[in-house]
């Protein structure tokens, strides 16, 4: 299985708006609303930000929101801000009951 | 507040088999799937497995010839066996929970550095 394919980089001023993008196939994002988004700051663990597409746990700001299309999940971060600033990646469940991530993209807040 | 921490040996010689431990505490553990994933410096994260507590797993196709993953209900423990390994598993592991419907991983540990080493 092939990692699923996210832009390396995206960057955006404080207050902005950006979208991170999250392509796989109709085995896995295509077929399930089961994609999850984790937020990683330098040295730190993944934290879980968005799953089932759509939804956040408890204490994520509703600044960060998640969608699908197709093969294709999104995560925005309206609003941005410093702390924002991270690697964040995509993951999906699949049609052989595995599991798959992005390859992450790096957000950098100018 | 379910917490869960990695551990075992940092360093690993080349062609030998790593292995790590992951405790599960706080929580429940029967209802849940748990997973590792690893993540080479500076590089992204990559899923390895998962297991149910029944003992049911799953493995990435990439890694299912050299992985074993194995579960301990009665110490709340999950473990991880590479065999073979070389300097590309050289790596952060982490241990994280899988929630059973969404398979979000909602909690993580903290990661251990395995290197291996020639």
């Known amino acids: 299985q092939s990692a699923l394919t996210q832009p390396p980089s995206v960057s955006g001023s404080p207050g902005q708006s950006v979208t991170i993008s999250c392509t796989g196939t109709s085995s896995d994002v295509g077929s399930y609303n089961r994609v999850s988004w984790y937020q990683q700051p330098p040295g730190t663990a993944p934290k879980l930000i968005i799953f089932e597409v759509t939804n956040r746990p408890s204490g994520v700001p509703d600044r960060f929101s998640g969608s699908k299309s197709g093969n294709t999940a999104s995560l925005t971060i309206s609003g941005l801000q410093a702390e924002d600033e991270a690697d964040y990646y995509c993951?999906?469940?699949?049609?052989?009951?595995?599991?798959?991530f992005g390859g992450g993209t790096k957000v950098t807040v100018l | 507040q379910v917490q869960l921490r990695e551990s075992g040996p940092g360093l690993v010689k080349s062609s030998e088999t790593l292995s790590l431990t992951c405790t599960v505490s706080?929580?429940?553990?029967?209802?849940?799937?748990w997973s590792w994933i690893r993540q080479p410096p500076g590089k992204g994260l990559e899923w390895i497995g998962y297991?149910?507590?029944?003992?049911?797993?799953a493995y990435n196709p990439s890694l299912k010839s050299r992985v074993t993953v194995s579960v301990d209900t009665s110490t709340n423990q999950f473990s991880l066996k590479l065999n073979s390994v070389t300097a590309a598993d050289t790596a952060v592991y982490y241990c994280a929970r899988i929630h059973p419907y969404h398979y979000g991983m909602d909690v993580w540990g903290q990661g251990t550095t395995v290197t291996v080493s020639s």
């Open positions: 993951s999906s469940y699949t049609t052989s009951s595995t599991l798959i």
């Open positions: 297991i149910y507590s029944s003992g049911s797993t």
């Open positions: 706080g929580g429940s553990f029967s209802t849940y799937y």
